[in-house]
């Protein structure tokens, strides 16, 4: 799910994998180290994205969706005034792993990612929204006007 926090912001797609596994940590650890300073933000950077995680998946295919969280979050500009990340897992129950408000350091919502594991249930996908609609995309987590672009 994707909020934009202004008209001309429109997600883009993470690219292929290139590499098999989790064990390159080459670009996670290079996009942790980020020292540029909260306002030098450029406006198609502006966006709340959450995932919808469905951890009732074989852990083969739960490993491919964790390489993907991974590649694609490190790939986001995450900081307040920036991209902020959401996590949400569901199978039979939903749980908020990391909301708006928490998404704002990237270190913070990759060790998330990598804690996460498969678990048995059903996909409950409906629920899983509703959650989302109701407590991650709530008036709480919308940006002040100084964050956002006129």
Not at 15 to 39: C, R, V, Y
Not at 96 to 103: K, Q, R, V
Not at 139 to 149: F, K, Q
Request: hydrophobic share 30%; glycine share 4%.
């Amino acid at each position: 799910l994707f909020r934009s926090c202004n008209d001309d912001a429109s997600p883009t797609a993470a690219g292929t994998p290139s590499t098999p596994g989790l064990e390159d940590q080459t670009a996670i650890n290079s996009s942790l180290n980020d020292n540029s300073n909260d306002n030098d933000c450029h406006e198609a950077s502006l966006a709340d994205v959450v995932f919808l995680v469905d951890e009732s998946v074989e852990r083969e295919n739960f490993e491919l969706l964790q390489r993907f969280l991974n590649e694609t979050i490190s790939s986001f500009d995450v900081r307040e005034r920036c991209t902020r990340v959401g996590l949400v897992m569901y199978s039979t129950e939903s749980k908020i792993m990391s909301s708006l408000g928490e998404g704002t350091k990237k270190a913070a919502v990759l060790n998330i990612v990598q804690t996460l594991s498969p678990s048995y249930g059903s996909a409950y996908t409906g629920a899983a929204i509703n959650l989302t609609r109701l407590k991650v995309f709530d008036h709480s987590t919308e940006r002040s006007e100084d964050y956002t672009s006129e």
